[in-house]
Protein backbone atom coordinates (compact mmCIF):
# COMPACT_ATOMS: atom_id res chain seq x y z
CA UNK A 1 0.00 0.00 0.00
CA UNK A 2 1.10 3.74 -0.79
CA UNK A 3 -0.05 7.18 0.46
CA UNK A 4 -2.38 9.12 -1.54
CA UNK A 5 -1.40 8.66 -5.61
CA UNK A 6 -1.27 11.16 -7.12
CA UNK A 7 -2.57 10.07 -10.33
CA UNK A 8 -6.63 10.53 -10.95
CA UNK A 9 -8.87 8.32 -9.43
CA UNK A 10 -10.96 5.36 -11.05
CA UNK A 11 -13.77 7.66 -10.25
CA UNK A 12 -12.59 10.37 -12.77
CA UNK A 13 -13.47 8.27 -15.58
CA UNK A 14 -16.63 9.55 -14.90
CA UNK A 15 -16.40 12.73 -13.19
CA UNK A 16 -13.28 14.37 -14.66
CA UNK A 17 -14.28 13.46 -18.61
CA UNK A 18 -14.27 16.38 -20.96
CA UNK A 19 -16.99 17.37 -23.56
CA UNK A 20 -20.06 16.06 -23.58
CA UNK A 21 -19.69 12.94 -21.44
CA UNK A 22 -18.47 14.53 -18.30
CA UNK A 23 -21.26 17.12 -18.49
CA UNK A 24 -23.84 13.96 -18.99
CA UNK A 25 -22.43 12.43 -15.51
CA UNK A 26 -21.81 15.08 -13.96
CA UNK A 27 -25.26 17.43 -14.58
CA UNK A 28 -27.36 13.99 -14.13
CA UNK A 29 -25.93 13.57 -10.03
CA UNK A 30 -26.15 17.23 -9.69
CA UNK A 31 -30.32 17.30 -9.95
CA UNK A 32 -29.98 15.29 -6.57
CA UNK A 33 -28.27 18.44 -5.48
CA UNK A 34 -24.97 17.95 -5.34
CA UNK A 35 -22.24 20.56 -5.81
CA UNK A 36 -19.76 20.90 -8.58
CA UNK A 37 -16.92 20.53 -5.88
CA UNK A 38 -17.84 16.99 -5.32
CA UNK A 39 -16.45 15.99 -8.53
CA UNK A 40 -13.03 17.19 -7.80
CA UNK A 41 -11.28 14.14 -7.72
CA UNK A 42 -12.07 13.04 -3.77
CA UNK A 43 -12.76 9.51 -3.26
CA UNK A 44 -16.11 8.23 -4.12
CA UNK A 45 -17.78 5.86 -1.89
CA UNK A 46 -20.17 3.32 -2.88
CA UNK A 47 -22.09 2.55 0.09
CA UNK A 48 -24.27 -1.03 -0.48
CA UNK A 49 -27.11 -1.14 1.38
CA UNK A 50 -29.18 -4.49 1.69
CA UNK A 51 -32.06 -2.97 3.63
CA UNK A 52 -35.07 -4.31 2.88
CA UNK A 53 -38.55 -4.95 4.70
CA UNK A 54 -39.00 -8.89 3.32
CA UNK A 55 -35.22 -9.20 4.95
CA UNK A 56 -36.51 -8.58 8.40
CA UNK A 57 -32.74 -8.74 9.43
CA UNK A 58 -31.46 -5.65 7.24
CA UNK A 59 -34.89 -3.26 7.85
CA UNK A 60 -32.85 -1.03 9.70
CA UNK A 61 -29.56 -0.76 7.90
CA UNK A 62 -31.07 2.67 5.64
CA UNK A 63 -30.22 4.34 8.95
CA UNK A 64 -26.80 2.76 9.41
CA UNK A 65 -26.33 3.95 5.82
CA UNK A 66 -26.99 7.65 7.12
CA UNK A 67 -23.95 7.12 9.78
CA UNK A 68 -21.94 5.72 7.23
CA UNK A 69 -22.82 8.32 4.68
CA UNK A 70 -21.13 11.10 7.70
CA UNK A 71 -18.08 9.68 7.89
CA UNK A 72 -17.48 9.71 4.63
CA UNK A 73 -18.15 13.31 4.34
CA UNK A 74 -15.90 13.67 7.40
CA UNK A 75 -12.79 12.33 5.52
CA UNK A 76 -13.23 13.97 2.42
CA UNK A 77 -15.27 11.54 0.83
CA UNK A 78 -18.20 11.97 -1.78
CA UNK A 79 -20.65 8.90 -0.36
CA UNK A 80 -23.24 7.54 -2.93
CA UNK A 81 -26.00 4.84 -1.18
CA UNK A 82 -27.13 1.96 -3.41
CA UNK A 83 -29.49 -0.67 -3.04
CA UNK A 84 -28.87 -4.70 -3.54
CA UNK A 85 -31.15 -7.21 -3.58
CA UNK A 86 -31.53 -8.89 0.27
CA UNK A 87 -31.59 -12.25 0.90
CA UNK A 88 -33.49 -13.18 4.02
CA UNK A 89 -33.68 -16.95 5.29
CA UNK A 90 -36.62 -15.91 6.95
CA UNK A 91 -39.26 -15.39 4.12
CA UNK A 92 -36.95 -16.66 1.19
CA UNK A 93 -38.99 -19.35 -0.71
CA UNK A 94 -37.39 -22.29 -1.22
CA UNK A 95 -34.33 -20.58 0.67
CA UNK A 96 -32.23 -18.07 0.65
CA UNK A 97 -29.09 -19.77 0.27
CA UNK A 98 -30.50 -19.91 -3.52
CA UNK A 99 -30.07 -16.73 -4.21
CA UNK A 100 -26.64 -16.20 -2.46
CA UNK A 101 -25.15 -16.57 -6.06
CA UNK A 102 -27.02 -14.32 -7.77
CA UNK A 103 -26.47 -11.65 -4.96
CA UNK A 104 -22.91 -11.72 -4.87
CA UNK A 105 -22.97 -11.66 -8.78
CA UNK A 106 -25.15 -8.11 -8.53
CA UNK A 107 -22.59 -6.93 -6.01
CA UNK A 108 -19.88 -7.17 -8.41
CA UNK A 109 -21.29 -5.90 -11.18
CA UNK A 110 -22.78 -2.88 -9.17
CA UNK A 111 -19.42 -2.05 -8.24
CA UNK A 112 -17.84 -2.83 -11.19
CA UNK A 113 -20.18 -0.64 -13.58
CA UNK A 114 -20.25 2.50 -11.59
CA UNK A 115 -18.36 5.39 -10.23
CA UNK A 116 -16.77 4.17 -7.35
CA UNK A 117 -13.14 3.99 -5.88
CA UNK A 118 -14.22 2.16 -2.41
CA UNK A 119 -17.24 0.29 -1.05
CA UNK A 120 -19.05 -0.32 2.25
CA UNK A 121 -20.84 -3.28 2.39
CA UNK A 122 -23.75 -3.27 4.72
CA UNK A 123 -25.47 -6.39 5.24
CA UNK A 124 -27.75 -7.94 7.78
CA UNK A 125 -28.94 -11.47 7.98
CA UNK A 126 -26.69 -14.49 7.31
CA UNK A 127 -26.29 -14.57 3.47
CA UNK A 128 -25.75 -11.46 2.59
CA UNK A 129 -22.17 -11.12 4.80
CA UNK A 130 -20.89 -13.83 2.41
CA UNK A 131 -22.83 -12.83 -0.99
CA UNK A 132 -21.67 -8.86 -0.05
CA UNK A 133 -18.00 -10.52 0.71
CA UNK A 134 -17.99 -12.82 -2.47
CA UNK A 135 -18.66 -9.94 -5.13
CA UNK A 136 -16.41 -7.27 -3.48
CA UNK A 137 -13.66 -9.92 -3.44
CA UNK A 138 -14.26 -10.71 -7.34
CA UNK A 139 -13.85 -6.82 -8.25
CA UNK A 140 -11.32 -6.33 -5.38
CA UNK A 141 -11.99 -2.34 -4.92
CA UNK A 142 -11.14 -1.33 -1.66
CA UNK A 143 -13.76 -2.56 0.37
CA UNK A 144 -15.26 -2.76 4.03
CA UNK A 145 -17.94 -4.84 5.74
CA UNK A 146 -20.62 -3.16 8.16
CA UNK A 147 -23.05 -5.88 9.77
CA UNK A 148 -26.24 -4.67 11.47
CA UNK A 149 -25.81 -6.10 14.52
CA UNK A 150 -28.03 -8.76 16.61
CA UNK A 151 -31.41 -8.20 18.44
CA UNK A 152 -31.75 -7.48 21.92
CA UNK A 153 -32.01 -10.82 23.68
CA UNK A 154 -35.18 -12.39 23.54
CA UNK A 155 -37.20 -12.19 27.19
CA UNK A 156 -40.26 -14.84 27.27
CA UNK A 157 -41.34 -15.44 31.29
CA UNK A 158 -38.18 -14.13 33.14
CA UNK A 159 -36.10 -16.10 31.05
CA UNK A 160 -33.79 -15.66 28.03
CA UNK A 161 -35.19 -16.67 24.50
CA UNK A 162 -33.05 -17.30 21.37
CA UNK A 163 -34.22 -16.64 17.78
CA UNK A 164 -34.30 -20.00 15.93
CA UNK A 165 -32.78 -21.73 18.90
CA UNK A 166 -36.49 -21.68 20.80
CA UNK A 167 -38.36 -22.08 17.77
CA UNK A 168 -37.24 -25.51 17.19
CA UNK A 169 -37.80 -25.89 21.33
CA UNK A 170 -41.25 -24.27 20.89
CA UNK A 171 -42.08 -26.44 18.17
CA UNK A 172 -41.01 -29.91 20.21
CA UNK A 173 -43.39 -28.30 23.68
CA UNK A 174 -46.48 -27.64 21.35
CA UNK A 175 -46.19 -30.97 19.86
CA UNK A 176 -46.02 -32.72 23.51
CA UNK A 177 -48.80 -30.23 24.80
CA UNK A 178 -46.28 -28.27 26.77
CA UNK A 179 -47.38 -25.14 25.01
CA UNK A 180 -50.67 -23.69 23.86
CA UNK A 181 -50.50 -22.01 20.65
CA UNK A 182 -51.83 -18.94 22.64
CA UNK A 183 -48.64 -19.07 24.68
CA UNK A 184 -46.89 -19.44 21.32
CA UNK A 185 -48.16 -16.81 19.58
CA UNK A 186 -47.39 -14.45 22.57
CA UNK A 187 -43.78 -15.88 22.66
CA UNK A 188 -43.51 -14.79 19.02
CA UNK A 189 -43.32 -11.45 20.02
CA UNK A 190 -40.86 -11.64 23.27
CA UNK A 191 -38.45 -13.91 20.61
CA UNK A 192 -38.36 -11.09 18.03
CA UNK A 193 -38.09 -7.53 20.10
CA UNK A 194 -35.89 -5.23 18.39
CA UNK A 195 -33.98 -4.81 14.71
CA UNK A 196 -31.24 -6.51 13.92
CA UNK A 197 -30.38 -10.48 13.02
CA UNK A 198 -30.30 -13.87 14.82
CA UNK A 199 -28.98 -13.06 18.58
CA UNK A 200 -27.88 -16.54 18.87
CA UNK A 201 -24.67 -17.86 17.48
CA UNK A 202 -26.16 -18.91 14.23
CA UNK A 203 -25.31 -17.82 10.81
CA UNK A 204 -25.95 -14.38 10.74
CA UNK A 205 -23.91 -13.85 13.96
CA UNK A 206 -21.64 -16.27 12.80
CA UNK A 207 -20.79 -14.36 9.56
CA UNK A 208 -20.81 -11.23 11.07
CA UNK A 209 -18.09 -12.60 13.37
CA UNK A 210 -16.20 -14.30 10.45
CA UNK A 211 -16.13 -10.85 8.33
CA UNK A 212 -14.28 -9.56 11.30
CA UNK A 213 -11.65 -12.10 11.67
CA UNK A 214 -10.84 -12.46 8.38
CA UNK A 215 -10.23 -8.30 8.92
CA UNK A 216 -12.97 -7.37 6.48
CA UNK A 217 -15.12 -5.54 9.48
CA UNK A 218 -13.55 -2.66 12.01
CA UNK A 219 -12.81 -4.24 15.37
CA UNK A 220 -15.58 -4.97 18.01
CA UNK A 221 -18.12 -4.23 14.99
CA UNK A 222 -19.34 -7.77 14.65
CA UNK A 223 -21.36 -7.64 18.30
CA UNK A 224 -22.60 -4.14 19.11
CA UNK A 225 -26.81 -5.04 19.09
CA UNK A 226 -28.75 -3.25 16.20
CA UNK A 227 -30.09 -0.60 18.24
CA UNK A 228 -27.09 0.28 20.29
CA UNK A 229 -26.05 3.69 20.05
CA UNK A 230 -22.72 2.12 19.39
CA UNK A 231 -23.52 0.89 16.10
CA UNK A 232 -23.64 3.53 14.75
CA UNK A 233 -20.48 5.11 15.67
CA UNK A 234 -18.80 2.18 14.36
CA UNK A 235 -20.66 3.14 10.98
CA UNK A 236 -19.30 6.38 10.75
CA UNK A 237 -16.38 5.00 11.69
CA UNK A 238 -16.32 2.73 8.61
CA UNK A 239 -17.04 5.79 6.43
CA UNK A 240 -14.03 7.61 7.41
CA UNK A 241 -11.88 4.50 7.58
CA UNK A 242 -13.48 3.44 3.81
CA UNK A 243 -11.76 7.13 2.43
CA UNK A 244 -8.35 6.29 3.87
CA UNK A 245 -8.57 2.90 2.29
CA UNK A 246 -8.70 4.18 -1.12
CA UNK A 247 -5.98 6.52 -0.21
CA UNK A 248 -3.88 3.19 0.34
CA UNK A 249 -5.10 1.41 -2.43
CA UNK A 250 -5.79 -1.69 0.51
CA UNK A 251 -7.75 -3.84 -1.03
CA UNK A 252 -9.41 -7.23 -0.46
CA UNK A 253 -6.42 -9.09 -1.76
CA UNK A 254 -4.38 -7.90 0.47
CA UNK A 255 -6.51 -8.79 3.43
CA UNK A 256 -8.22 -12.37 2.50
CA UNK A 257 -5.05 -14.50 2.35
CA UNK A 258 -4.79 -17.81 3.31
CA UNK A 259 -3.73 -16.64 6.91
CA UNK A 260 -6.61 -14.37 7.02
CA UNK A 261 -9.31 -17.99 6.34
CA UNK A 262 -7.16 -19.88 9.10
CA UNK A 263 -7.31 -17.35 11.49
CA UNK A 264 -11.70 -17.40 10.33
CA UNK A 265 -11.65 -21.11 10.72
CA UNK A 266 -10.09 -21.36 14.17
CA UNK A 267 -11.96 -18.49 15.03
CA UNK A 268 -15.32 -20.03 14.22
CA UNK A 269 -14.41 -23.19 16.61
CA UNK A 270 -13.82 -20.57 19.79
CA UNK A 271 -16.70 -19.35 19.60
CA UNK A 272 -19.21 -22.89 18.38
CA UNK A 273 -19.98 -20.92 14.85
CA UNK A 274 -22.49 -22.44 12.80
CA UNK A 275 -21.45 -24.89 9.87
CA UNK A 276 -22.48 -22.93 7.23
CA UNK A 277 -19.71 -21.10 7.75
CA UNK A 278 -17.78 -23.80 6.05
CA UNK A 279 -20.38 -23.14 2.74
CA UNK A 280 -19.62 -19.63 2.79
CA UNK A 281 -15.84 -19.45 3.91
CA UNK A 282 -15.56 -21.92 0.91
CA UNK A 283 -16.87 -19.71 -1.78
CA UNK A 284 -15.19 -16.75 -0.72
CA UNK A 285 -11.76 -18.38 -0.75
CA UNK A 286 -12.89 -19.60 -4.14
CA UNK A 287 -13.25 -15.81 -5.27
CA UNK A 288 -9.28 -15.06 -3.97
CA UNK A 289 -7.96 -18.09 -4.98
CA UNK A 290 -7.37 -19.23 -1.88
CA UNK A 291 -7.67 -23.10 -2.19
CA UNK A 292 -9.76 -24.69 0.94
CA UNK A 293 -10.82 -28.28 1.69
CA UNK A 294 -13.02 -29.88 3.82
CA UNK A 295 -10.03 -31.35 6.31
CA UNK A 296 -8.85 -28.26 6.33
CA UNK A 297 -11.83 -26.74 8.74
CA UNK A 298 -11.13 -29.96 11.12
CA UNK A 299 -7.76 -29.86 11.21
CA UNK A 300 -7.55 -26.63 11.56
CA UNK A 301 -10.05 -26.28 14.39
CA UNK A 302 -9.19 -29.53 16.37
CA UNK A 303 -6.61 -27.88 18.69
CA UNK A 304 -9.32 -25.17 19.63
CA UNK A 305 -11.96 -25.64 22.15
CA UNK A 306 -14.91 -23.96 22.20
CA UNK A 307 -14.77 -20.55 24.61
CA UNK A 308 -18.18 -18.92 23.78
CA UNK A 309 -20.89 -20.11 25.67
CA UNK A 310 -24.29 -18.94 23.63
CA UNK A 311 -27.25 -21.00 22.11
CA UNK A 312 -26.93 -22.79 20.21
CA UNK A 313 -24.74 -25.27 22.18
CA UNK A 314 -24.85 -23.21 25.34
CA UNK A 315 -26.51 -20.13 27.42
CA UNK A 316 -26.03 -16.61 26.57
CA UNK A 317 -26.79 -14.41 24.21
CA UNK A 318 -25.14 -11.65 21.55
CA UNK A 319 -26.35 -8.98 23.63
CA UNK A 320 -24.13 -10.86 26.65
CA UNK A 321 -21.32 -11.86 24.15
CA UNK A 322 -20.92 -8.00 23.20
CA UNK A 323 -20.56 -6.83 26.63
CA UNK A 324 -18.08 -9.42 28.40
CA UNK A 325 -16.14 -8.22 25.89
CA UNK A 326 -17.13 -9.13 22.23
CA UNK A 327 -14.87 -10.76 19.36
CA UNK A 328 -11.74 -9.02 20.24
CA UNK A 329 -11.41 -10.97 23.14
CA UNK A 330 -11.96 -14.11 21.96
CA UNK A 331 -9.69 -13.47 19.25
CA UNK A 332 -7.30 -12.13 22.28
CA UNK A 333 -7.39 -15.19 24.11
CA UNK A 334 -6.69 -17.24 20.59
CA UNK A 335 -3.47 -15.31 19.91
CA UNK A 336 -2.03 -16.08 23.29
CA UNK A 337 -2.31 -19.52 22.63
CA UNK A 338 -0.78 -19.01 19.75
CA UNK A 339 -3.41 -20.12 17.63
CA UNK A 340 -3.92 -16.90 15.05
CA UNK A 341 -1.44 -14.92 12.63
CA UNK A 342 -1.41 -11.95 14.14
CA UNK A 343 0.26 -10.46 11.54
CA UNK A 344 -2.43 -10.62 9.38
CA UNK A 345 -3.03 -7.14 7.88
CA UNK A 346 -7.00 -6.04 8.47
CA UNK A 347 -8.95 -3.04 7.36
CA UNK A 348 -8.08 -1.00 9.83
CA UNK A 349 -3.83 -1.14 8.12
CA UNK A 350 -2.90 -2.78 11.37
CA UNK A 351 -2.62 -6.70 12.22
CA UNK A 352 -5.08 -8.84 13.94
CA UNK A 353 -3.33 -8.64 17.15
CA UNK A 354 -2.31 -4.97 16.92
CA UNK A 355 -6.02 -4.44 16.65
CA UNK A 356 -7.11 -6.48 19.63
CA UNK A 357 -3.94 -5.90 22.11
CA UNK A 358 -6.24 -3.65 24.47
CA UNK A 359 -8.93 -6.34 24.20
CA UNK A 360 -10.30 -7.74 27.83
CA UNK A 361 -12.80 -10.79 28.71
CA UNK A 362 -14.93 -8.99 30.57
CA UNK A 363 -17.86 -11.83 31.07
CA UNK A 364 -15.81 -15.04 31.84
CA UNK A 365 -18.90 -16.89 32.19
CA UNK A 366 -19.61 -16.29 28.82
CA UNK A 367 -16.29 -16.10 27.71
CA UNK A 368 -13.78 -18.71 28.73
CA UNK A 369 -10.42 -18.86 28.88
CA UNK A 370 -8.01 -21.29 27.45
CA UNK A 371 -7.05 -22.71 30.48
CA UNK A 372 -10.79 -23.42 31.70
CA UNK A 373 -12.80 -23.49 28.29
CA UNK A 374 -16.82 -24.15 27.58
CA UNK A 375 -16.13 -27.04 25.78
CA UNK A 376 -12.70 -28.88 25.40
CA UNK A 377 -10.67 -28.72 22.16
CA UNK A 378 -11.95 -31.20 19.56
CA UNK A 379 -15.74 -30.80 19.81
CA UNK A 380 -16.04 -28.21 17.37
CA UNK A 381 -17.10 -28.94 13.44
CA UNK A 382 -15.94 -32.39 12.32
CA UNK A 383 -15.61 -33.14 8.67
CA UNK A 384 -16.65 -36.84 7.72
CA UNK A 385 -15.49 -39.28 5.02
CA UNK A 386 -16.21 -42.95 3.91
CA UNK A 387 -18.71 -44.44 1.08
CA UNK A 388 -21.90 -42.17 2.04
CA UNK A 389 -19.98 -39.04 1.71
CA UNK A 390 -16.62 -39.06 -0.34
CA UNK A 391 -16.40 -35.89 -0.71
CA UNK A 392 -16.97 -35.25 2.86
CA UNK A 393 -19.86 -34.61 4.87
CA UNK A 394 -20.19 -32.47 8.47
CA UNK A 395 -21.19 -32.45 12.08
CA UNK A 396 -21.04 -30.15 14.58
CA UNK A 397 -19.99 -31.75 18.01
CA UNK A 398 -20.97 -29.26 20.43
CA UNK A 399 -24.55 -29.39 19.48
CA UNK A 400 -24.91 -33.07 19.43
CA UNK A 401 -25.61 -35.39 21.93
CA UNK A 402 -22.62 -36.74 23.30
CA UNK A 403 -23.91 -40.68 22.84
CA UNK A 404 -25.02 -40.23 19.81
CA UNK A 405 -21.59 -39.19 18.02
CA UNK A 406 -20.49 -43.28 17.30
CA UNK A 407 -23.69 -45.09 16.75
CA UNK A 408 -25.36 -47.32 14.22
CA UNK A 409 -28.55 -47.80 13.33
CA UNK A 410 -30.79 -48.46 10.27
CA UNK A 411 -31.88 -45.84 7.99
CA UNK A 412 -35.92 -44.95 7.48
CA UNK A 413 -35.30 -42.88 4.15
CA UNK A 414 -37.10 -39.83 3.17
CA UNK A 415 -36.80 -38.67 -0.57
CA UNK A 416 -37.51 -34.68 0.62
CA UNK A 417 -38.33 -32.83 3.71
CA UNK A 418 -41.43 -32.75 2.63
CA UNK A 419 -41.95 -35.93 2.60
CA UNK A 420 -40.80 -36.59 6.05
CA UNK A 421 -43.19 -33.98 7.13
CA UNK A 422 -46.22 -35.48 6.00
CA UNK A 423 -45.51 -38.45 7.91
CA UNK A 424 -43.79 -37.59 11.37
CA UNK A 425 -46.99 -37.25 13.42
CA UNK A 426 -48.11 -40.15 12.41
CA UNK A 427 -47.85 -42.40 15.42
CA UNK A 428 -47.28 -45.75 13.48
CA UNK A 429 -44.40 -44.38 11.83
CA UNK A 430 -41.93 -47.36 11.95
CA UNK A 431 -38.80 -45.72 13.99
CA UNK A 432 -37.03 -46.16 17.16
CA UNK A 433 -34.86 -43.83 18.82
CA UNK A 434 -32.14 -45.97 17.16
CA UNK A 435 -33.09 -45.18 13.70
CA UNK A 436 -30.86 -42.90 11.59
CA UNK A 437 -33.43 -40.60 9.51
CA UNK A 438 -31.78 -39.84 6.18
CA UNK A 439 -33.16 -36.93 3.88
CA UNK A 440 -32.33 -36.53 0.83
CA UNK A 441 -32.77 -34.73 -2.47
CA UNK A 442 -31.46 -31.13 -0.26
CA UNK A 443 -28.82 -30.53 -2.00
CA UNK A 444 -27.46 -27.54 -3.51
CA UNK A 445 -29.02 -28.81 -7.04
CA UNK A 446 -32.00 -31.31 -6.16
CA UNK A 447 -33.76 -29.04 -3.68
CA UNK A 448 -32.81 -26.32 -5.26
CA UNK A 449 -30.53 -24.29 -2.95
CA UNK A 450 -29.21 -26.83 -0.76
CA UNK A 451 -31.86 -25.02 2.40
CA UNK A 452 -31.61 -25.57 6.04
CA UNK A 453 -34.06 -28.55 6.50
CA UNK A 454 -31.47 -31.18 7.44
CA UNK A 455 -32.18 -30.69 11.48
CA UNK A 456 -35.89 -32.09 11.07
CA UNK A 457 -37.79 -32.44 14.34
CA UNK A 458 -38.08 -35.90 15.88
CA UNK A 459 -40.91 -37.67 14.87
CA UNK A 460 -43.81 -36.88 17.41
CA UNK A 461 -44.34 -40.40 19.08
CA UNK A 462 -40.35 -40.39 19.77
CA UNK A 463 -40.67 -37.07 21.19
CA UNK A 464 -43.86 -38.02 23.79
CA UNK A 465 -41.83 -40.94 24.54
CA UNK A 466 -38.79 -38.52 25.79
CA UNK A 467 -36.63 -38.98 23.09
CA UNK A 468 -34.65 -36.11 22.92
CA UNK A 469 -32.42 -36.52 19.79
CA UNK A 470 -31.89 -39.17 17.19
CA UNK A 471 -29.37 -39.58 14.07
CA UNK A 472 -30.20 -37.47 11.24
CA UNK A 473 -28.43 -37.47 7.89
CA UNK A 474 -29.18 -34.89 4.72
CA UNK A 475 -27.10 -33.30 1.70
CA UNK A 476 -29.16 -29.81 3.18
CA UNK A 477 -27.90 -27.41 5.70
CA UNK A 478 -29.23 -26.84 8.98
CA UNK A 479 -29.52 -23.66 10.68
CA UNK A 480 -27.39 -22.31 12.60
CA UNK A 481 -29.52 -21.70 15.29
CA UNK A 482 -30.20 -25.21 15.46
CA UNK A 483 -29.20 -28.08 17.32
CA UNK A 484 -28.99 -31.89 17.53
CA UNK A 485 -26.91 -34.81 15.92
CA UNK A 486 -27.71 -34.11 12.36
CA UNK A 487 -24.79 -34.78 9.69
CA UNK A 488 -24.94 -32.38 6.99
CA UNK A 489 -23.76 -30.94 3.51
CA UNK A 490 -23.20 -34.42 2.42
CA UNK A 491 -21.41 -35.01 -1.11
CA UNK A 492 -21.80 -35.13 -3.67
CA UNK A 493 -25.67 -34.73 -3.05
CA UNK A 494 -28.37 -37.41 -4.04
CA UNK A 495 -29.66 -35.69 -6.97
CA UNK A 496 -26.52 -35.83 -9.23
CA UNK A 497 -26.10 -39.41 -7.95
CA UNK A 498 -24.20 -39.10 -4.81
CA UNK A 499 -24.28 -42.15 -2.39
CA UNK A 500 -27.09 -40.96 -0.57
CA UNK A 501 -29.54 -41.53 -3.53
CA UNK A 502 -28.25 -45.31 -2.66
CA UNK A 503 -29.90 -45.62 0.49
CA UNK A 504 -32.67 -48.16 1.28
CA UNK A 505 -35.08 -47.88 4.25
CA UNK A 506 -32.77 -50.92 6.81
CA UNK A 507 -29.40 -50.62 5.42
CA UNK A 508 -27.48 -49.81 8.60
CA UNK A 509 -25.69 -46.50 9.01
CA UNK A 510 -22.53 -46.26 11.09
CA UNK A 511 -21.64 -42.70 12.15
CA UNK A 512 -18.19 -42.68 13.89
CA UNK A 513 -17.12 -39.36 14.78
CA UNK A 514 -14.57 -39.76 16.97
CA UNK A 515 -12.28 -41.60 13.67
CA UNK A 516 -14.24 -38.91 10.71
CA UNK A 517 -16.22 -41.62 9.24
CA UNK A 518 -19.66 -42.00 7.98
CA UNK A 519 -20.53 -45.01 6.46
CA UNK A 520 -23.11 -47.40 5.04
CA UNK A 521 -22.78 -51.29 5.81
CA UNK A 522 -23.87 -52.23 2.49
CA UNK A 523 -21.20 -54.24 0.28
CA UNK A 524 -19.58 -52.65 -2.63
CA UNK A 525 -21.71 -55.16 -4.95
CA UNK A 526 -24.54 -54.42 -3.97
CA UNK A 527 -24.46 -50.50 -3.90
CA UNK A 528 -23.00 -50.93 -7.29
CA UNK A 529 -26.25 -52.77 -8.77
CA UNK A 530 -27.63 -49.89 -6.91
CA UNK A 531 -26.54 -47.31 -8.81
CA UNK A 532 -26.67 -49.04 -12.02
CA UNK A 533 -30.52 -49.14 -11.79
CA UNK A 534 -30.47 -45.55 -10.20
CA UNK A 535 -31.90 -42.14 -12.72
CA UNK A 536 -31.70 -38.74 -12.08
CA UNK A 537 -34.71 -37.09 -11.28
CA UNK A 538 -36.36 -35.01 -14.03
CA UNK A 539 -35.39 -31.42 -14.37
CA UNK A 540 -37.71 -28.45 -11.98
CA UNK A 541 -36.90 -25.70 -14.49
CA UNK A 542 -36.94 -25.00 -17.66
CA UNK A 543 -35.60 -21.84 -17.43
CA UNK A 544 -34.91 -19.00 -15.33
CA UNK A 545 -32.23 -18.04 -12.47
CA UNK A 546 -33.40 -21.43 -10.74
CA UNK A 547 -32.33 -23.47 -14.08
CA UNK A 548 -28.92 -21.21 -14.34
CA UNK A 549 -28.38 -21.98 -10.72
CA UNK A 550 -28.92 -25.72 -11.29
CA UNK A 551 -26.82 -26.28 -14.27
CA UNK A 552 -23.96 -24.58 -12.78
CA UNK A 553 -23.83 -24.81 -8.90
CA UNK A 554 -20.74 -26.47 -7.72
CA UNK A 555 -20.86 -28.88 -4.73
CA UNK A 556 -20.92 -28.26 -0.85
CA UNK A 557 -17.34 -28.99 -0.89
CA UNK A 558 -16.68 -25.95 -3.08
CA UNK A 559 -18.46 -24.09 -1.76
CA UNK A 560 -21.83 -24.25 -3.67
CA UNK A 561 -20.63 -21.13 -5.41
CA UNK A 562 -20.91 -20.82 -9.48
CA UNK A 563 -18.14 -22.15 -11.27
CA UNK A 564 -17.70 -19.06 -13.49
CA UNK A 565 -17.95 -16.54 -10.73
CA UNK A 566 -14.31 -18.08 -8.80
CA UNK A 567 -11.48 -15.70 -9.34
CA UNK A 568 -11.30 -12.37 -9.03
CA UNK A 569 -12.24 -10.10 -12.33
CA UNK A 570 -11.09 -6.95 -11.05
CA UNK A 571 -12.14 -3.55 -11.35
CA UNK A 572 -11.53 -2.18 -14.94
CA UNK A 573 -13.08 1.43 -15.94
CA UNK A 574 -15.70 -0.24 -18.32
CA UNK A 575 -16.00 0.65 -21.83
CA UNK A 576 -17.93 4.57 -22.15
CA UNK A 577 -21.67 4.29 -22.90
CA UNK A 578 -21.84 8.01 -24.82
Known amino acids: MTDEKQTARRSQAWFGA ?19 EVFDGRPVIGIATSASELAPCNAHLTGVAEAVKRGVWQAGGFPLQFPTMATGETLM ?7 RNLMAMEVEELVRANPLDGVVLLSGCDKTTPAMLMGAASVDLPALMVTGGPMLNGKYRGEDVGSGTHVWKFEEDLKTGRMTQEECFFAEGCMARSAGHCMTMGTASTMACMAEALGMQLPGSAT ?21 MVHEELRPSHILTREAFENAIRTNAAIGGSTNAIIHLTALAGRVGVELAPEDFDALARAVPTLVNLMPSGKYLMEDFCYAGGLPAVLGELLRGGMLHGEQITVTGRGIAENVADAERIGPEVITGLDAPFQPA ?9 NLCPDGAVIKQSAASPRL ?7 RVFD ?17 ENTVLVIRNAGPRGYPGMPEVSNVPLPTKLLKAGVTDMVRICDGRMSGTGYGTVVLHVAPEAAVGGPLALVR ?21 ELERRRAA ?15 YTQHVEQADRGADFGFLRGCRGFGVPRESH
Do not use: K
Request: hydrophobic share 35%; charged share 20%; with cysteine.
Open 416 to 432: SPESYHAVCDDPDLDVD
Open 224 to 244: WPAVDSRRTETAQAAGRRIVQ
Open 378 to 386: GTGTAVLRG
Open 405 to 411: LTHRGPA
Open 534 to 548: WTPPAPQHAGGYAWL
Open 93 to 99: RPTAMLY
Open 18 to 36: SGRSGMLYRSWMRNQGFGH
Open 505 to 525: DGDPVVLDTPNRTLRLDVDDA
